[in-house]
């Protein structure tokens, strides 16, 4: 990395700067692809998955999707597909909190708490 504090970055006569050092460089629109959209998840498939993993808790494929029914018609989810890696964080703690009465929606808030205010 270039030494400096900042670090400045500009374009000029076809090459790209930062600080002093300089490479060529070129830029088009028309060049780049578009950014594929993340596919939604396979709401079937998980709900097949999820009612095999609770199948010994005695819940059914219908459970999960009532489960899932009465997420849609409150709304305002809080999580989504492209949170997996929180997700798998937060579900790790939340096993070892859950007894404690820690739900994943306090974790949640917590979390997003913390992100909110790193900013300020």
């Known amino acids: 990395m270039p030494t400096g504090d900042p670090i400045r970055l500009r374009v000029q006569d076809g090459k790209l700067y930062t600080n002093a050092f300089a490479v060529r460089c070129a830029f088009s629109l028309e060049e780049l692809s578009p950014v594929p959209e993340r596919p939604e998840p396979d709401e079937k498939r998980l709900i097949v998955q999820a009612a095999e993993i609770l199948k ?6 219908e459970n999960v ?5 009465e997420a849609h018609a409150r709304g305002n989810a809080t999580w989504f597909h ?3 890696k929180m997700i798998e ?3 790790r703690a939340w ?4 007894p404690l009465g820690v739900e994943t929606g306090g ?3 917590f979390v997003d708490d913390v992100v909110r205010n790193a900013w300020k």
Do not use: F, G, N, Y
């Open 56 to 61: 010994p808790l005695r819940l059914s494929q």
């Open 65 to 69: 999707e009532k489960m899932v029914a």
């Open 82 to 84: 492209h949170d997996k």
């Open 89 to 91: 964080i937060v579900a």
């Open 95 to 98: 096993r070892l909190l859950a």
């Open 107 to 109: 974790i949640r808030r």
